[in-house]
């Protein structure tokens, strides 16, 4: 039954999300660690084509090629210490097209910026040929999703979800996120450990473990998020519903999702107790697509902040 009900689950992944039409150091650790032995194929190592971002230059690109954007990218990763600590290099930018870069294909250029919840942009558009990412150190690239139950904090992945984060930091730039909130609320049940762990033989849902909002603000331009990086659903996963700006927080691991969705940050372990309250919510059933979910009688509303204070051992 319980292999049934997981078959079950991956088929009707899509319509699980779908309303109808009508209606601190340590924890940033084991965030970066858990990522690295999930990435062996290196796909957390993205940018955004068409973009140059300008800031301090720790490499020269004039005097350093390398063969694609991951090789750049991975060579401002290689800045980071594995210790406590920002990255000497903090974002990276390639010139991968060989007609248009001329002289400067395979430069790499890495950099460091004054911001990196705020990285300089110097261009952007068709025609610019350069690639860019931003890399966020152990302690940086967490910002506050503030309820009022309490401001939870995210680690952003801009290396696996550089698209995503783009959005992200230009929500934080408005100073505002009208209309952001979270509307569904399904707690672990009888199905999921408090680690998030699956109870051998139970069913996987409902209810499923998550809760659901939108990131969509008034006055903020949404564009549907691109594919990016799929690292498996686990207890404190971000990711988007299809291409955003409908989102979704994991309760639990979801091996069963089979890597669907965008993952563009995880919650710090510390501050989960606050998605679980949500997640306890008086809530109303309805049926979206013939699977059953529970919808907050109160949208609870949220706001994405910048942090000002420490987060346990955390400066930010």
């Known amino acids: ?18 309303p109808p039409i009508s209606s601190t150091e340590f924890l940033d650790s084991r965030v970066s660690d858990d ?43 290689g800045m980071c210490s594995d210790d406590s600590g920002p990255c000497l290099c903090d974002s990276w930018v390639f010139c991968g097209d060989k007609l248009a870069c001329g002289d400067q ?14 990285p300089e942009k110097r261009d952007s558009g068709d025609h610019v040929v350069w690639t860019s990412g931003v890399v966020f150190g ?19 992945l801009p290396d696996c979800a550089p698209h995503s984060i783009s959005y992200i930091l230009e929500l934080l730039a408005s100073r505002h996120c ?29 209810p499923f473990a998550l809760i659901q909002g939108t990131l969509g603000s008034y006055g903020t331009v949404f564009k549907d998020i691109p594919t ?23 309760l639990a691991n979801h091996n069963e999702w089979n890597k669907a969705y965008t993952v563009f940050g995880f919650v710090l372990t510390e501050d989960m107790e606050i998605i679980e309250r949500i997640a306890q919510l008086p ?30 051992n955390l400066k930010l």
């Open 1 to 18: 039954m319980g292999t049934i009900s997981c078959c079950m689950v991956y088929l009707c992944f899509s319509a699980l999300f779908r």
């Open 35 to 77: 990522l690295k032995r999930e990435d062996r194929n290196g796909d957390c190592c993205r940018g955004i084509e068409h973009l140059e971002l300008w800031g301090d230059a720790v490499k020269w690109g004039s005097e350093y090629k390398v063969n694609s954007s991951k090789d750049c990218c991975l060579a401002c990763k």
């Open 105 to 118: 294909f395979g430069e790499c250029w890495l950099k460091k910026q004054k911001d990196t919840l705020e």
């Open 138 to 156: 152990r302690g940086e690239g967490i910002v506050g999703f503030e309820t009022r139950y309490g401001t939870f904090h995210v680690k952003l």
């Open 178 to 206: 009208v209309g952001c909130h979270f509307y569904r609320a399904e707690s672990r049940g009888k199905s999921w450990d408090p680690e998030g762990n699956h109870i051998e033989h139970a069913p996987y849902g409902p």
């Open 228 to 250: 990016e990086a799929f690292p498996t659903i686990r207890r404190g996963s971000v990711a988007w519903v299809d291409s955003g700006p409908e989102f979704f927080i994991s």
């Open 283 to 312: 809530a109303k059933p309805e049926v979206w697509s013939n699977i059953n979910v529970a919808v907050l009688e109160n949208p609870v509303p949220l706001h994405v902040r910048r942090i000002k204070r420490s987060v346990g």
